[in-house]
């Protein structure tokens, strides 16, 4: 028998009270699932209650919108079940089993036509009816929450902490859903990171910090033309594009997005992240191997954003593949295929941004030199930048980020090179992370060096000894076409203090050999105190 919800459904105050209600929710079934499948079930039953809160979010704006037009009630009722009245807005249609009221109800089961459901059942059958009322879901969201291993007392209990949250608040946003996918778009990013550090490694397939990703998109605006991700994840790169343009005071239909993702799973999130915010990107119609069977072989991108795993050893690699323009990869590992392929993929005037193992910069083995240098020589690096340490739990190799650019302009025949090491500060005792200044410092530098106006651009490029250097092909080729910024940037001027030198070595001098007499003098007591014990 349907129940009334323990919780009425309530706008939270604040985001972070909305991150923390829907963190206790997803304790509940925290320890009765393995890690991959708990992640699944969490993410598909907020993007569930995302889609129903948007979803009465604009019902009630239209019947609003109705009323005020002066249709009358029986108008009304036609009218408010208008698919296109929603699709239109940018919202989904939810059918009424689908609905968060109807679920909130029956948390506990249901008969359904004379048939016991439990709440898991119900979610399914809801998953299903998203799906087939939204073609574009097709294939993406989870049926998982009737399993055997699915605490269903600890599901219902979920639900009901679930319904106390809202992602939609009527008032604060307007009646299209944008409120709702505002909310929710930055909660599953939370959850996102969440997951990413609690599989530790793992989480490094599928989440890339936000701060490195900033970085990729702060220096190569991608406000418009196709962007694409040949290792996607849950589609973190895309996001982040978008809220550029947003805060640049653009429309993310500017941009068509394009990926292609090696795990099933990770493509599912990827495609629920980019529903999420209101993208329409093609991610193939299935995930695939991108070395084995590339599901986009003739786009030319105008961007292209990649954090792809670093050091495979074990690829797809055909020795004949016309990617390799540069020289065939090595098979023991898969950093030059990937730039290789990114490569590939820039369309005239394109450019991207790649995050590495920073062994790529130098690495002679397999024939990488080789590699390297023909790319240098192509003049395709446009910045190279040696990131901190530790901005990855999943990984403690050091990275850094490729920058390319088919079309360099006035600095054809140069590379910056920025050595971003000592930027960052710790939030924990494992992870660093980038403030807004240090990226703003990184994108200027970049914008400066390309004579792109920007916020944080100076007015003038100029070398900054340990920072940045604009280096020339020749003091490249001099290097045997190493591209490690420190090499290149130098040490950071010391400071000037105002004491003159002399006097300055004078005082070091008088200090030294103070130390050295405080030295002799402790030595002597020490001896006088052995001699008394022996």
Known sequence: ??????????????????????????????????????????LGLVFLKY??????????????????????????????????????????????????GFLAENAKGAAVDGIDRSIGALIDEAMDAV??????????????????????????????????????????????????????????????????AAEGKRGGEFYTPAGVVRVLVELLQPTHGRVYDPACGSGGMFVQAEKFIDAHHGEGSDISVYGQELNERTWRMAKMNLAIHGLSGNLGPRWGDTFARDLHPDLQADFVMANPPFN??????????????????????ANFAWIQHILSKLAPGGQAGVVMANGSMSSNSG?????????????????????????????????????????????????????????????DRAERALSDEDIAKIAGTFHAWRGIESDAAPDEYADVPGFCYSATLAEIKAADYALTP?????????????????DKLARLQAELEAQFTESARLAEIVREQLGRVS
């Not at 919780?7 to 972070?16: D, E, G, L, N, R």
């Not at 889609?51 to 108008?75: C, N, P």
């Not at 007392?153 to 604060?172: I, K, T, W, Y």
């Not at 790319?375 to 050091?398: K, Y």
């Open 312 to 333: 495979i050893k074990d690829w797809a690699r055909n020795e004949s593949d016309p990617r390799w323009r540069f020289g065939v990869p090595p098979a023991g590992n």
């Open 486 to 502: 420190g090499r290149y940037v130098g040490a950071a001027e010391a400071a000037d203090d105002g004491e003159p030198i002399e």
């Open 131 to 196: 799906m087939q009322a939204n073609p574009q879901l097709s294939g993406t969201l989870p049926r998982i929450f009737n399993r055997d291993n699915v605490d269903q007392r600890r599901l219902g209990e979920l639900v009901d902490l679930f319904n106390s949250a809202r992602f939609a608040a009527q008032g604060q946003g307007g009646s299209d859903g944008r409120r709702a996918r505002d909310l929710l778009g930055e909660v599953y990013e939370y959850f996102l990171e969440k997951f990413a």
């Open 1 to 42: 028998m349907p129940r009334t919800p323990k919780t009425a459904p309530q706008a939270p105050s604040t985001m972070k009270e909305l991150k923390d209600t829907l963190w206790k929710a997803a304790d509940k079934l925290r320890g009765s699932m393995d890690a991959s499948q708990y992640k699944d079930v969490i």
């Open 367 to 427: 024939g990488e030199g080789q590699i390297r240098a023909e790319i240098v020589e192509a003049d395709l690096v446009s910045c190279m930048v040696a990131l901190p340490t530790q901005l990855f739990r999943s990984t403690g190799i050091p990275v850094c980020v490729w920058f390319f650019a088919k079309d360099k302009g006035a600095r054809a025949g140069e590379v910056l090179f920025i050595d971003a090491r000592g930027l960052g500060h710790m939030v």
């Open 51 to 100: 889609v129903s809160d948007a979803f009465d979010e604009r019902r009630a704006g239209l019947r609003s919108e109705l009323t005020a037009d002066g249709y009358d009630d029986g108008q009304i009722a036609d009218l408010i079940d208008d698919t296109d009245e929603y699709t239109g807005r940018g919202v989904f249609w939810v059918p009424t089993n689908a609905r968060w």
